[in-house]
């Protein structure tokens, strides 16, 4: 049919990359972009008595490495700036890959507090009960803490930056010099940032860990994970996570995402702009309590943001309202374009109310314990969502600026 090219994607920027990698004219039928191949299956050599079934090198069973997902992985790793890719079916099923294989009972680990609630309910309870592997809980914005924190048997510091939900900022450098001098692997889960934004490899990190679910994929229709890092580690994880625990993504997801992260470069742009437009103006308004975002200069991480995050701080920001319970409740009532769910990086904004029982609220800072609104800041005009807010809290009878 048609010949195949090989392209060479060194030097071109961000965006152009995000665009061409892996999305390349299928040699076979001439299509200028990759088909859904829902194939569970493929064709074996002549004498297959001899295969290994666990191996992800052959096609073999879409468990063992599909050709969407392999797509995927080849984007995504570009895009990171990392060796190989493993792609799952979410971003939980990525952060349980990663540990399953690097971790073994008698291990310790240190894991930031703020963080995803399933990371902190695999290191706080399910894996030190079932399977031995010690934890400590460290507030890794503070490297004395990081460095009081390590033992003899810790094998790895996790943590998030910025952190969901507070926008705590780690020092990716500072920590990975911290645990590299004591033989420590580092994993940093990017998914607030985005490699837009950071691309934590750079700073020296083993592992980066990544939700496709969120600004990657980026239209709120999907689900996906990624590991990325060395070869080596990455075949690890296929051989004994992907194949043996099977948090295979669908091909399906695969191509969703795919078809997302085309676009990723420039609406992360915008969600950096929007977030920080909104904050602004979040933080000048007399009802509002405090506002997190680490874009703001009165936020604490501020200037290790602006060393970190290269192009903006992301679209997720979180803040209180002076008022109680239900109050937050009553307001998102009122909401036009904001809709109350859990996600973020989509192209529609979302708003999620985290009360004051949350059983982690003692994990973060004062100003959060009397409950806080996440946000997810999405594409849609600053303005409206600007107009829109300030409605809603003028509906409460809440004092407002423009
Ligand atoms: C959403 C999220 C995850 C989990 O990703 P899923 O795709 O929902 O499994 C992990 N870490 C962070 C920081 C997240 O926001």
């Avoid at 096609?59 to 984007?75: A, D, F, M, P, S």
């Avoid at 742009?269 to 975002?293: G, M, R, T």
Wanted: proline share 4%; aromatic share 10%.
């Amino acid at each position: 049919m048609s010949e195949k090219k090989v392209h060479n994607y060194d030097g071109l920027s961000f965006t152009t990359r995000a665009i061409h990698v892996g999305n390349e004219p299928d040699p076979g039928t001439g299509a200028i972009e990759p088909a859904i191949n829902m194939a569970n299956s493929f064709l074996l050599p002549y004498d297959p008595s001899t295969m290994n079934w666990s191996a992800s090198e052959d096609k073999i069973y879409t468990r063992n490495g599909g050709v969407n997902q392999g797509l995927l992985e080849k984007k995504i790793a570009n895009l990171e700036g990392g060796e190989d890719c493993v792609v799952l079916a979410s971003g939980v099923a990525a952060l349980s890959a990663l540990f399953f294989t690097k971790l073994k009972k008698g291990d310790h680990v240190i894991f930031s507090t703020v963080t995803y609630i399933a990371t902190y309910r695999i290191f706080n309870e399910l894996w030190t009960e079932k399977w031995g592997i010690e934890t400590s809980i460290v507030d890794c914005t503070d490297l004395e803490k990081v460095k009081a924190a390590i033992k003899p048997n810790t094998k790895l510091i996790h943590f998030e930056t910025p952190g969901n939900p507070t926008l705590c900022i780690c020092d990716i450098e500072g920590i990975v010099k911290l645990a590299h001098e004591h033989g420590i692997l580092v994993s940093a889960d990017n998914t607030f940032s985005s490699p837009y934004n950071t691309r934590p490899l750079e700073y020296g990190v083993d592992f980066v860990v990544e939700s496709l679910t969120k600004y990657i994929n980026g239209h709120g229709d999907s689900m996906g994970g990624a590991i990325i890092g060395n070869h080596e580690d990455m075949d690890k994880i296929r051989y004994q996570a992907q194949v043996n625990i099977g948090g295979v993504i669908s091909p399906f997801n695969a191509w969703l995402i795919m078809r997302g992260a085309v676009t990723f470069p420039l609406r992360m742009q915008v969600h950096n702009d929007n977030a920080l437009a909104i904050a602004e103006w979040l933080e000048k308004q007399p009802c509002v309590s405090f506002v997190a975002y680490p874009g703001l200069k009165s936020h604490k991480g501020h200037e290790l943001a602006v060393k970190q995050m290269k192009n903006g701080f992301g679209g997720v920001l979180s803040f209180g309202l002076k008022g109680e319970h239900d109050l937050y409740n009553r307001v998102v009532t009122h909401l036009n374009i904001f809709t109350s769910a859990v996600s973020l990086g989509h192209d529609a904004s979302l708003i999620v109310f985290l009360g004051e029982d949350d059983e982690r609220m003692y994990l973060y800072p004062q100003e959060f314990h009397g409950g806080f609104y996440r946000v997810a800041i999405g594409i849609e005009d600053k303005k409206d969502l600007i107009d829109d807010l300030r409605q809603a809290f003028k509906a409460e009878g809440l004092e407002t600026v423009d």
